[in-house]
Structures are given as C-alpha cells and as structure tokens.
C-alpha cells in the first residue's frame, strides 16, 4: 500500500568518500520541529565528514520553505534527503484502531517508517528531533544488525524501573524510542507495527508514553541494547532548577537528547546548551531562523516563573505566572 508520496524520486544508491554506502536517518516532524532538526542534521554531518547520509523526513503537511530548505542541504553537502508527505486516507490499516481509541494520527508516523522505506535500504536509524550529534556513527555506521528486528538505548534507571513495573514487562528493560535502529525487513515480517497498535488498545495498562510503551511491550526480550552513549538524555530542566547553566559533562556521549520540556533552542533559559544549538544550526539551512526568545506555551511560561523565583527575581517570576494563567484561561 503506498502511504506516502516523496517529493522526490529514490535516489541511486550513493557512497561516501570513506567508500561506505550512504547510511539512511529517519526524522518524523512537523513544521514547527524542521528548525531543530536541521541542527540535528548539521550535527550528524559536521561530525561524519567523509559518510554519505540519505536524510529521510516523515510528515503530514510540510510549508514550502520548510521543503526548500530541507532539499538546499543537498547543495551544501554531500547529502541526499526525501521528503515523504503522508497521507491520511492510506491509512485505512489503522481505522479500527482509530474509531476505538483517543491516539491521533501523529503517533504512527514513527510506526511506519519501516513500510515508507521498503525496498530502499535495508536498515534506517531514526532519532527525534531534539538531539544533537557530538561524535563519530562509524560504530552504527559499521553495525551488522542483520539479525536484529531493532537496536535500542536503555532509558534513564529511574524511568526504565517504573515503566518495567507499570507495563508488567517479563524482562526487566525499557528503551528510550527517540533512537530506533530499525531492520526493515525484519520489523515487517515480524509484524512490529501490527502488534504495537494492539497493545495500545490494551486498556487495562497505562500507556503514559504511548507508542514508546507499546513498542516496549512488543519488543520486550526481541530488541537489542546498546550503549546508552548513543542516546544520552539530558534534561535541562535538572539544571536550571537548581540555577545552573553550565552543560554537565557527557562523557562519551555521540547523541545528546535533550528529552526534557526545556529544550536547547529556548533562548530564555539561558543554559550553555544554546551555543551547541546555534553552533550547528548556523551550519544548516535554517540558519537565519532565531531561537526561541520567550517561553511559547503554558507548560515553558509556569516552568520560567519556577526558574526566575529560584533566581531570585520575583517579580519577572510573578510577570511570567500571571502570563501563564492568562494563557490557560484562553484555552
């Protein structure tokens, strides 16, 4: 069944200069995250010279700037990039799903990259759009997953405990889903996707991180796991709770998730993860595009308040709560 349409025709398979075949990465986002990503993107290749990468962007609906922009990395670097534009009315496999839950459409995206990609590479690493890149994929790069459905990071101990618990998992593991290691074929013949709608069906468990539980629940004992250095969680708000802004050190970390709700690109929160963030949004297409210089939403305007009363300026603090109550009222 064809779920997408590309706005550009699959390209020849391509090799880099390190004579490795190109290495496909898989983003699923919306207008509001091409910017992120294309930080994301500028990390990865910025740190690789020498690979050639086939950038892979899953979306409902993308702006035509976001479009120009996503096909000017080609031009900039030896790149390829598809943008596949997802269409709603094939996906008619999910509308028994649909008509029995209240999940929208947004959480399949990650769900089907392994059909949209059939036929065009065997394996496709995906990663949200809120990480950057800060070493070397030769590792992944070079990686015989042949006889894996998918390779995967262990999420944070704390998080890893309670979901293990929450979900009734046999094994006593959990992955964090912003990096998926996917084998293609595999995922399909296993029916990965199929099973995960299932289980989001199961009423009887919480499914408090939605696709991310259920692919535990499938994959639980099915999945490989490697080091969590290939996504190493970071979360922002840890630090400005307790008024720092200096980034912590990361150890050998090659992907940084930046998973929590403060992210790198939210000028105000004056962390150090903002020079990282511009530094490799400067090398994209998207480079003109400012970051964040106030709190957008009622979650980052309570969350700004709670920071400046810690640094001791109340008033900017009651400024930001009294902003925060108006934006709820209007919902």
């Not at 949200?128 to 990686?143: F, K, N």
């Not at 630090?239 to 802004?245: A, E, G, P």
């Not at 912590?248 to 000028?267: L, M, N």
């Not at 109340?314 to 709560?321: G, Q």
Request: include cysteine.
């Amino acid at each position: 069944m064809n779920l997408t349409s590309s706005t550009s025709p699959a390209p020849a398979p391509m090799t880099g200069s390190n004579g490795k075949p190109s290495f496909h990465i898989a983003f699923c986002v919306d207008d509001n995250y091409f910017r992120p990503m294309g930080a994301t993107i500028a990390s990865i290749i910025d740190n690789n010279p020498g690979q050639h990468f086939t950038f892979h962007v899953l979306t409902f609906s993308a702006l035509e700037d976001n479009q120009r922009r996503l096909k000017q990395l080609e031009e900039m670097y030896p790149v390829s990039t598809q943008l596949h534009l997802l269409d709603l009315a094939s996906f008619t496999q999910f509308s028994h799903f649909l008509g029995h839950s209240h999940y929208s459409l947004s959480i399949f995206t990650r769900l089907v990259i392994p059909e949209v990609l059939r036929g065009q590479t065997e394996r496709v690493l995906y990663l949200d759009a809120d990480i950057l890149c800060v070493g070397r994929l030769d590792e992944l790069v070079d990686m015989d997953i042949s006889n894996d459905i998918a390779v995967v990071v262990p999420d944070a101990p704390v998080t890893l405990r309670r979901r293990v618990a929450a979900l009734g998992l046999a094994r006593e593991e959990y992955f964090n889903g912003g990096v998926l290691f996917m084998n293609i074929e595999k995922w399909l013949a296993e029916n990965i996707t199929p099973q995960t709608l299932e289980a989001l069906l199961d009423t009887s468990t919480d499914m408090r991180f939605n696709d991310q539980d259920a692919l535990n629940k499938v994959l639980n004992g099915r999945a490989r796991y490697i080091s969590p250095r290939w996504n190493y969680l970071y979360d922002l708000i840890h630090d400005l709770n307790v008024n720092s802004f200096a980034m912590r050190p990361v150890g050998k970390a090659v992907f940084i998730h930046f998973a929590g709700s403060v992210k790198p690109w939210a000028d105000w929160s004056g962390h150090e993860a903002r020079t990282m963030f511009r530094k490799y949004l400067a090398l994209s297409p998207w480079h003109d595009k400012p970051l964040d210089p106030e709190p957008r939403n009622t979650k980052e305007m309570r969350m700004h308040s709670r920071f400046m009363f810690r640094q001791g300026k109340p008033v900017e603090s009651l400024k930001w709560y009294l902003r925060y109550l108006r934006k709820r009222a209007q919902r």
